[in-house]
C-alpha cells in the first residue's frame, strides 16, 4: 500500500535518510568562466539543501560516487536574439518518450548575460556595479536557473507551478537579486518530492 506523502516526508526527516546526492559536470565550455560556475553550484546547492538534496561539482572525467545522479550542465547557443522585455528561455531539459528526464541541463548562458542588463539592485542599473558584483548576480541566477531544471528531473515532471522555484517565469529582478524567497518549492511540489525520490 503506497504510503501517503505526508507521512513519508514526516518519515524522511525522522529516520535520517541518506540525502539525495545531485552531482553536476560542467563542460569544458569557454562561455561558462570557472567563477561564474562555482558561484552557481553553489546557489543550486543552497536552494536544495533544504529538501535533503545535496548538489555538489563532478569534474568532466572524474567518476562520480556510484550513489549520485551526475546531471551535465551544457551552455547551449540560442538561436533567437533575446527581446529583452519578454520571458525568456533561460533552461531547458529534454525528456524521453516515456517521461523520463534526461540528464542533461542546457543553460542559455549567453541570454543570461544579456538579462543582467536588466537587473537592478536598490537604484544601481547594472552598468554600475562593480565587475565582482555583477560576477555574483550572473552566478546566483545562473544556480536559480540549474536549481530550477534539477527540479524537472528530480520531480519527473516537465510542469510548472504557479509560485515558487517551478515556476515558467522567473522575473529579472528576482532571479538576480539577493533574496532567494521565490526560489523555493511549492507545498504541492515537496509532497511530489517526497514521493518521487526514493532515498
Ligand atoms: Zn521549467
Keep these: 500500500m503506497p504510503i501517503p506523502s505526508l507521512l513519508l516526508a514526516a518519515a524522511l526527516v525522522s529516520t535520517g535518510l541518506p540525502p539525495v546526492h545531485v552531482a553536476l559536470a560542467f563542460g569544458s565550455e569557454p562561455t561558462l568562466p570557472p567563477a561564474v560556475a562555482a558561484a552557481a553550484v553553489h546557489e543550486a ?3 536544495w539543501s533544504r529538501y535533503r538534496v545535496v548538489v555538489d561539482r563532478t569534474m568532466p572525467c572524474a ?8 546531471l551535465t550542465v551544457r551552455a547551449g547557443r540560442s538561436r533567437i536574439p ?15 518518450e516515456d517521461g523520463t528526464p534526461y540528464s542533461i541541463l542546457t543553460v542559455f548562458f549567453d541570454l543570461l548575460v544579456q538579462s543582467v542588463g536588466l537587473a537592478r539592485l536598490g ?6 556595479w562593480p565587475p565582482e ?10 544556480g536559480r536557473v540549474i536549481a530550477h531544471e534539477i527540479g524537472h528531473y528530480l520531480l519527473g515532471s516537465r510542469g510548472h507551478s504557479s ?3 517551478m515556476r ?8 538576480f537579486g539577493q533574496s ?20
Aim: hydrophobic share 45%; proline share 4%.
Design 45 to 47: 546547492a543552497d536552494i
Design 63 to 70: 567518476s562520480a560516487p556510484d550513489e549520485a545522479i551526475v
Design 82 to 96: 533575446s527581446a529583452l522585455d519578454t520571458p525568456t528561455v533561460l533552461g531547458a531539459i529534454n525528456f524521453a
Design 123 to 128: 537604484d544601481v542599473g547594472e552598468d554600475r
Design 133 to 142: 558584483l555583477r560576477r555574483r548576480a550572473v552566478g546566483r541566477a545562473l
Design 163 to 165: 509560485n515558487g522555484l
Design 168 to 175: 515558467a517565469v522567473q522575473p529579472f529582478g528576482e532571479l
Design 180 to 199: 532567494g524567497a521565490g526560489f523555493l518549492l511549492s507545498r504541492a511540489d515537496e509532497r511530489r518530492l517526497a514521493r518521487r525520490v526514493v532515498r
